[in-house]
């Protein structure tokens, strides 16, 4: 007789399960192969893992499970990588959950980006020009040449700096800028509170992709929270005009 076995951290699964079970939901995403669960008949303990190995859930065709399928539904409709920049998407106040990541204050962010490494465009050229600069003076020293590395390399270290000392956000409650390196200030506006979202894209800016994005609330006339220089500007404008419409209960 096949073994069973029983999750005891996870109330919602009352009954035994078998390995084709558990291969099952490990599929769907409802249970992670760190999971603990508990020989019924010998009392060991395994991870979800060691009893799944090798098994694919869809070849259990004659299991049973009294549990949904996983599925993530996000208020922008969009996979979340989508919008986020391809560098530097992790921060020092962020946690991972079951796939998600949280603010230190518990809420899910939808959104994490940093300018654009195009914005900084006219440095990262100069940059070119002195590694260039470095290669051609190899035939008259190479003192010459490594100062020519030592200035380029420091130009891009400059600009990595000022790239990762400003980060965006856009959570479930609020849109929040970051910036600073060893002093962190930050300005937010409420989701709830944003009056208007003005998108502006210069023509070279527009051509790269890169736009700013500007939010206002009705508490103030003026530009309270600013993205600048980020890709997929308009994306962002209709995520939080979504989580606008989700939190009036206005959106389907």
Known sequence: MPSRYRLAEH???????????????????????????????????????ELTQGRVGSSAGGSRIGRPAYVEIRADGVRSEELEEDEGEEDGDEEEEDGFL????????????????????????LAVLLAVSGALAVPFGLRYAALGFLCSSSVVL??????????????????EVLWGL?????KEVRIRDIRSIDVREGWITGLLGLGSVDFSSSANAGIEVAFDHVRKAHRIKELVRRLQRLDDGDDD
């Open 11 to 49: 109330p919602d699964f009352t009954e035994t399960l078998s390995r084709e079970d558990l291969a099952v939901l490990v599929e769907r995403g409802s249970l992670g192969r760190g999971e603990i669960c508990e020989d019924v008949e010998s009392g060991r303990s395994h991870t979800v893992g």
């Open 102 to 125: 949280y603010t230190s204050s518990g809420e899910r962010i939808l959104y994490h980006g940093n300018p654009s490494w195009l914005s900084y465009s006219k440095a990262l050229f």
């Open 158 to 175: 400059c600009v990595g700096i000022a790239r990762f000392s400003r980060d965006y956000f856009v959570t479930e409650d609020r849109v």
């Open 182 to 186: 060893i002093g962190r200030s930050s």
